[in-house]
């Protein structure tokens, strides 16, 4: 059973950079995309981007000046930093899995990370 | 980007009853459109991609249906363990968008 598992700071200061990471267990990274979907109360669920272990990414163009994904294969893992924080990047962060070969759905998804931006 | 409009956003339902809720895109997606379930505290659980297909191990009370702009999620049959929040998303066009989410209570 493939299992997603989120990590990173649960409190960040406003104007710093967010780092999490998504560790991929029960299945290789390889051959899928990856996305962050993130869910505030204001904001409902937004979709961050996507990332495949070639390096081929695509961001939401609402976030893309701040946002950088990236793979580490050795590590089965997926990591999201996102810069200048702000008070509105409160939110739950979720890392999931898309299955390009079905034609798409995100069927695997890691429980969720709180994070407060707050001073 | 394509906007989802879900309705309705709240629904009040008893055991047993079969529900639709629909998901409206503001262009056509063909058939690139997946169903949610969303529990408190709970990350989303795909029920439906492709439109119409059923991801494994989700029961059969749940189909989708639609293609181009209109579509619909029906549960026959209500069960308690069906109350809950769904969402519809996109994954047709850059950036993938998600309804707004529909709330079903018991009543």
């Known amino acids: 059973q493939v299992q997603l598992q989120e990590s990173g700071p649960g409190l960040v200061k406003p104007s710093e950079t967010l780092s999490l990471t998504c560790s991929v267990s029960?299945?290789?990274?390889?051959?899928?995309?990856w996305s962050w979907v993130r869910q505030s109360a204001g904001n409902g669920l937004e979709w961050i981007g996507r990332?495949?272990?070639?390096?081929?990414?695509n961001y939401n163009p609402s976030l893309a000046s701040r946002v950088t994904m990236s793979v580490d294969t050795s590590k089965n893992q997926i990591s999201l930093r996102l810069l200048s924080l702000t008070a509105a990047d409160t939110a739950i962060y979720y890392c999931?899995?898309?299955?390009?070969?079905?034609?798409?759905?995100?069927?695997?998804w890691g429980q969720g990370t709180l994070v407060t931006v707050s001073s | 980007a394509i906007q989802l409009t879900q309705s309705p956003s709240f629904l009040s339902a008893s055991v047993g009853d079969r529900v639709t809720i629909t998901c409206r895109a503001s262009?056509?997606?063909?058939?690139?459109l997946g169903w949610y379930q969303q529990k408190p505290g709970k990350a989303p659980k795909l029920l439906i991609y492709?439109?119409?297909t059923l991801q494994n191990g989700v029961p059969s009370r749940f189909s989708g249906s639609g293609s181009g702009t209109d579509f619909t999620l029906t549960i026959s049959g209500l069960q308690p363990e069906d109350f809950a929040t769904y969402y519809c998303?996109?994954?047709?066009?850059?950036?993938?968008?998600f309804g707004q989410g529909t709330k079903i209570e018991i009543k």
């Open positions: 999931a899995r898309w299955m390009q070969s079905v034609g798409g759905g995100f069927d695997f």
């Open positions: 029960g299945d290789s990274i390889s051959g899928f995309y």
């Open positions: 990332i495949h272990p070639s390096g081929s990414t």
């Open positions: 262009q056509s997606l063909r058939d690139d």
């Open positions: 492709a439109a119409s």
């Open positions: 998303v996109q994954d047709y066009n850059f950036p993938w968008t």
